[in-house]
C-alpha cells in the first residue's frame, strides 16, 4: 500500500475512534436525549432512532435486545449505523430493546438509567410518508414543497417544489389509500390549478368555475379510484393583537362536491352546497358507501368568526350519487367545540379527528387536540395519550390502521413536527415520537420549516415534476363539467 493511503487510513481511523467512558459517575437519572424517545413503541421498518445527548461531547451507547442481539456506538451523538440497527430491530419484533447510555459532559463521564424502546408486532407496511414543507409564515413565503421520505432511511425527495412556479403555493399531496397510482394536489396562485394524476394520466384542471365558486381543495378519494371529494373554499386570514393568538385562518364560505376524474364531471347536491351552513373537509368511508364532512352554521365574517364550530355528519353515496340526506356522526357543537380534519381508518374502526374551541383551521390553535371515534360503539374521547399543552392538528393513518402520522407544535410553540404513533388492537394509543433525522438536533435546530399534512405511501410517488411545472406555467387547463 502507498504510504499516502496508509496515512489517510491511520488518520480516517483517528478522527472516527472517540475517547471511551472511562470513571464514570452513575446518576439516577434517565439520560437527557433528544428527542425524547425514551419508552416509545416504534415499528421494525423505522430509520435508526438516532438521538442526541444534550451538552454531551462524546456519547457512548450500549443497545440490547430482549430476544437477541447488541449494537455499540461511541461518538458525537446516538448515531445508529443503518444495516445494524435494522437487524437488531427486527431480531426483537414484539420485544424490546434497552438502551445503556454513557457521555461526556464538561469533561466528566455520567452513566445514566437505562431506558427501553417497544418493537411493535403491529406492521408498518408503507414504504415512506409524504408532507408538505412550509416556512410558518403569514402572507408571504419563500420556496416550499411537497416531500416523500422513506420510512426506513432518512432519504428524502422532492415531489413538486414551487421553485418550478414561482410565487405559487403548492397544496397537500392525497394519494388513494395510501397508493400513489392515483393522486391529487393544488397550486395555488397566479398560476393556480388542481393537478389530478390517475390511470397514468396527469391532468392539470381549471378547478375554479361558476359552478364551484372556487378552488378544489382539501381532497379524499373513493375506495374505487372512480371518484375524489373535494370542498371549495373562500379562505382568508387575520392577525390578532395577542401573542397567544396570532393568527386565524377562516372561510367566508365552502361547499363539498365529487369530481370523476374519467369523464371529468363533478357530482353536486344542494345539501352539500348551502349558503346557510359551511360545508368542508370532505372525506370516504373504506367502504365507499359514505361520504363524511364537516358543517357549520354560517357567520358573517371575520367579525363572528368565534361563532364558526363544526359538527361532523355525513351523507349516502351510492353508484356514484349523493343521497341528499345528512346525518350527524359527532355533535361538537353541543359541547362547545370544533370538529376538523375528519380521517377514517382503513380498517373502518374508527375515525380520527382534530377538536378546537371554533373555527376549521386549528393549526394555530393551541388547545387544539386529537379525538378518536369508535364507529362501532359511537363512543368518541380525546387522545389524552398523544396529546400536549400545544397544538395537535393534520394527520393520517397508515394502510394498516394501527400507525397514524400527525404534526405538532409541542416542541417549541412555533414549527408543527411530524409525529408517528400505534393505536392497539383496544383503541389505546402509543407514546408519539419525532420523525426520525440523521442528526436530530442539528436538523431541527436549523430548520425554519413547518412539517404539515403528512400521508403515507406504499411506494414512491412517480411523478415527473418538471412536466408538471412546464404544465402549470402554461395557459391550458382541463375544464370540469356539471
Same mark, same amino acid.
Given at each position: 500500500?502507498?504510504?499516502?493511503?496508509? *496515512?489517510?487510513?491511520?488518520?480516517? +481511523?483517528i478522527?472516527?475512534?472517540?475517547?471511551?467512558?472511562?470513571?464514570?459517575?452513575?446518576?439516577?437519572?434517565?439520560?437527557?436525549?433528544?428527542?425524547?424517545?425514551?419508552?416509545?413503541?416504534?415499528?421494525?421498518?423505522?430509520?435508526?432512532?438516532?438521538?442526541?445527548?444534550?451538552?454531551?461531547s462524546?456519547?457512548?451507547?450500549?443497545?440490547?435486545?430482549?430476544?437477541?442481539?447488541?449494537?455499540?456506538?461511541?461518538?458525537?451523538?446516538?448515531? %445508529?449505523?443503518?444495516?445494524?440497527?435494522?437487524?437488531?430491530? !427486527?431480531?426483537?419484533?414484539?420485544?424490546f430493546?434497552?438502551?445503556?447510555?454513557?457521555?461526556?459532559?464538561?469533561?466528566?463521564?455520567?452513566?445514566?438509567?437505562?431506558?427501553?424502546?417497544?418493537?411493535?408486532?403491529?406492521?408498518?407496511? $408503507?414504504?415512506?410518508?409524504?408532507?408538505?414543507?412550509?416556512?410558518?409564515?403569514?402572507?408571504v413565503?419563500?420556496?416550499?414543497?411537497?416531500?416523500?421520505r422513506?420510512?426506513?432511511?432518512?432519504?428524502?425527495?422532492?415531489?413538486?417544489?414551487?421553485?418550478l412556479?414561482?410565487?405559487?403555493?403548492?397544496?397537500?399531496?392525497?394519494?388513494?389509500?395510501?397508493?400513489?397510482?392515483?393522486?391529487? *394536489?393544488?397550486?395555488r396562485?397566479?398560476?393556480?390549478?388542481?393537478?389530478?394524476?390517475?390511470?397514468?394520466?396527469?391532468?392539470?384542471l381549471?378547478?375554479?368555475?361558476?359552478?364551484?365558486?372556487?378552488?378544489?381543495?382539501?381532497?379524499?378519494?373513493?375506495?374505487?379510484?372512480?371518484?375524489?371529494?373535494?370542498?371549495?373554499?373562500?379562505?382568508?386570514?387575520? /392577525?390578532?393583537?395577542v401573542?397567544?393568538?396570532?393568527?386565524?385562518? *377562516?372561510? +367566508?364560505?365552502?361547499?363539498?362536491?365529487?369530481?370523476?376524474?374519467?369523464?371529468?364531471?363533478?357530482? !353536486? $347536491?344542494?345539501?352539500?352546497?348551502?349558503?346557510?351552513? %359551511?360545508?368542508?373537509?370532505?372525506?370516504?368511508?373504506p367502504?365507499?358507501?359514505? +361520504?363524511?364532512f364537516?358543517?357549520?352554521?354560517?357567520?358573517?365574517?371575520p @367579525?363572528?368568526?368565534?361563532?364558526?364550530?363544526?359538527?361532523?355528519?355525513?351523507?349516502?353515496?351510492?353508484?356514484?350519487?349523493?343521497?341528499?340526506?345528512?346525518?350527524?356522526? /359527532?355533535?361538537?357543537?353541543?359541547?362547545?367545540?370544533?370538529?376538523?380534519?375528519?380521517?377514517?381508518?382503513?380498517?373502518?374502526?374508527?375515525?380520527? /379527528?382534530?377538536?378546537? $374551541?371554533?373555527?376549521?383551521?386549528?393549526i394555530?390553535?393551541? @388547545?387544539?387536540?386529537?379525538?378518536?371515534?369508535?364507529?362501532?360503539t359511537?363512543?368518541?374521547? #380525546? !387522545?389524552?395519550?398523544?396529546?400536549? #399543552?400545544?397544538t395537535?392538528?393534520?394527520?393520517?393513518? =397508515?394502510?394498516?390502521?394501527?400507525?397514524?402520522a400527525?404534526?405538532?407544535?409541542?416542541e417549541?410553540?412555533?414549527?408543527?413536527?411530524? *409525529?408517528?404513533?400505534?393505536?392497539d388492537?383496544?383503541g389505546?394509543?402509543?407514546?408519539?415520537?419525532?420523525?426520525?433525522?440523521?442528526?436530530?438536533?442539528e436538523?431541527? =435546530?436549523?430548520?425554519?420549516?413547518? %412539517?404539515n399534512?403528512?400521508? /403515507?405511501?406504499?411506494?414512491?410517488?412517480?411523478?415527473?415534476?418538471?412536466?408538471?411545472?412546464?404544465?402549470?406555467?402554461?395557459?391550458?387547463?382541463?375544464?370540469?363539467?356539471?
Open positions: 500500500m502507498k504510504p499516502i493511503y496508509i *496515512f489517510l487510513t491511520l488518520m480516517l +481511523l478522527i472516527s475512534c472517540k475517547e471511551r467512558a472511562k470513571d464514570v459517575v452513575l446518576k439516577d437519572d434517565y439520560p437527557p436525549i433528544y428527542p425524547d424517545y425514551l419508552s416509545v413503541t416504534i415499528p421494525v421498518n423505522i430509520a435508526p432512532m438516532n438521538f442526541n445527548v444534550k451538552g454531551a462524546v456519547v457512548e451507547v450500549d443497545v440490547k435486545g430482549s430476544k437477541s442481539g447488541n449494537l455499540t456506538i461511541n461518538d458525537d451523538y446516538a448515531d %445508529f449505523p443503518i444495516e445494524d440497527w435494522h437487524k437488531i430491530v !427486527l431480531e426483537n419484533k414484539g420485544g430493546l434497552t438502551f445503556d447510555v454513557k457521555a461526556k459532559i464538561e469533561g466528566k463521564w455520567y452513566g445514566y438509567k437505562p431506558f427501553e424502546m417497544q418493537v411493535s408486532d403491529y406492521e408498518l407496511n $408503507d414504504w415512506g410518508v409524504t408532507y408538505r414543507r412550509i416556512s410558518p409564515g403569514y402572507e413565503f419563500g420556496k416550499m414543497g411537497l416531500y416523500q422513506e420510512i426506513a432511511t432518512f432519504d428524502e425527495f422532492p415531489i413538486i417544489e414551487n421553485t412556479i414561482p410565487g405559487n403555493c403548492v397544496n397537500c399531496h392525497t394519494p388513494n389509500a395510501c397508493n400513489p397510482d392515483s393522486y391529487t *394536489f393544488h397550486v396562485g397566479a398560476n393556480g390549478a388542481t393537478i389530478v394524476h390517475h390511470d397514468n394520466k396527469t391532468d392539470i381549471q378547478s375554479k368555475s361558476q359552478t364551484t365558486g372556487g378552488s378544489m381543495v382539501y381532497p379524499y378519494w373513493h375506495p374505487s379510484g372512480k371518484y375524489c371529494a373535494y370542498s371549495t373554499n373562500a379562505t382568508r386570514q387575520a /392577525f390578532h393583537v401573542k397567544e393568538e396570532l393568527i386565524e385562518v *377562516f372561510d +367566508l364560505e365552502s361547499d363539498v362536491f365529487v369530481y370523476c376524474p374519467n369523464t371529468k364531471e363533478l357530482i !353536486l $347536491d344542494s345539501c352539500l352546497m348551502t349558503k346557510e351552513n %359551511f360545508e368542508t373537509y370532505p372525506t370516504f368511508s367502504d365507499g358507501k359514505t +361520504l363524511y364537516c358543517t357549520s352554521k354560517a357567520y358573517e365574517i @367579525e363572528n368568526y368565534k361563532k364558526v364550530q363544526y359538527n361532523l355528519c355525513k351523507t349516502d353515496f351510492m353508484d356514484g350519487k349523493l343521497s341528499g340526506k345528512i346525518d350527524t356522526v /359527532f355533535d361538537a357543537v353541543a359541547i362547545n367545540k370544533s370538529c376538523t380534519f375528519a380521517k377514517p381508518s382503513y380498517d373502518g374502526k374508527y375515525l380520527m /379527528f382534530t377538536m378546537s $374551541d371554533y373555527g376549521c383551521f386549528p394555530w390553535h393551541h @388547545e387544539a387536540d386529537l379525538w378518536l371515534l369508535d364507529l362501532q359511537g363512543n368518541a374521547r #380525546p !387522545l389524552d395519550e398523544i396529546n400536549s #399543552p400545544d395537535e392538528s393534520t394527520h393520517n393513518w =397508515s394502510i394498516g390502521s394501527h400507525w397514524f400527525f404534526v405538532s407544535r409541542r417549541n410553540g412555533l414549527y408543527s413536527q411530524l *409525529f408517528f404513533a400505534c393505536i388492537d383496544h389505546k394509543a402509543t407514546k408519539p415520537f419525532l420523525l426520525p433525522q440523521e442528526n436530530p438536533l436538523y431541527y =435546530s436549523n430548520t425554519t420549516y413547518s %412539517f399534512v403528512p400521508d /403515507f405511501t406504499t411506494k414512491k410517488v412517480d411523478i415527473d415534476y418538471h412536466a408538471v411545472g412546464k404544465g402549470l406555467m402554461k395557459e391550458e387547463r382541463v375544464v370540469t363539467k356539471n
